[in-house]
């Protein structure tokens, strides 16, 4: 059986020669009238020394740490859940608006391009609904990833719910129209 390095060396006697030789180094303790029968006086057990004032000791500094980081992260999720909430609604809200107003064709011939969320996107309409939609009188909301083409009315509904979902509602007013019935700022 291998045997440790401190069994080792106690048996060969090292350890106890240094134990030995330190003892020897140290000058003895000088009697003192205290110890009269070779035993110190018995002490009081230890007692904590008060906090000053403004010192709190490092448990209860982590303790306070750990319940405000407790309590951030419960109102973050509060108002994660509120947030979320919010979101249900207006999309609830926004698919009630919706309902049964989609004027999207499945036969068009023609398609729409149109600036969303930092991309260029469509929409398929007719001559009609081409011209309807650049004079203002139609919109494009987005509901569940595709496009709907709706009336002013309704677009106008769902900006008030969520203005971020109205893709395209041309204002005729501000911007000029050519001869072909094409916004100036479509030009490119």
């Known amino acids: 059986m291998v ?41 009081p057990p230890h007692q904590p020394k008060p906090a000053r004032s403004g010192e709190i ?32 609604e207006r999309k609830a809200k926004v698919q009630q608006l919706l ?9 068009v011939d023609q398609v729409r391009h149109f600036e969303y969320g930092g991309k260029i996107r469509r929409v398929h309409v007719d001559t009609h609904q081409l011209a309807d939609l650049n004079a203002g009188k139609l919109g494009v909301v987005q509901n569940a990833g595709r496009y709907v083409l709706v009336t002013q009315a309704v677009a106008e509904q769902v900006r008030e719910v969520d203005p971020h979902l109205v893709a395209l509602l041309v204002n005729p007013a501000a911007v000029g129209v050519d001869e072909d019935g094409i916004p100036d700022d479509l030009m490119w």
Do not use: C, M, W
């Open 3 to 43: 045997d440790s390095l401190r069994d080792q060396l106690l048996k060969s006697g090292i350890v106890k020669q240094l134990k030995d030789e330190k003892r020897q180094q140290q000058p003895a303790p000088k009697p003192n009238a205290a110890f009269a029968g070779g035993k110190p006086p018995h002490k």
């Open 57 to 88: 000791d490092l448990a209860k500094a982590y303790a306070i740490r750990a319940q405000t980081e407790a309590q951030e992260r419960k109102r973050a999720e509060q108002e994660a859940a509120e947030l979320a909430r919010i979101k249900r």
């Open 99 to 107: 309902e049964g107003q989609a004027l999207n064709k499945a036969d």
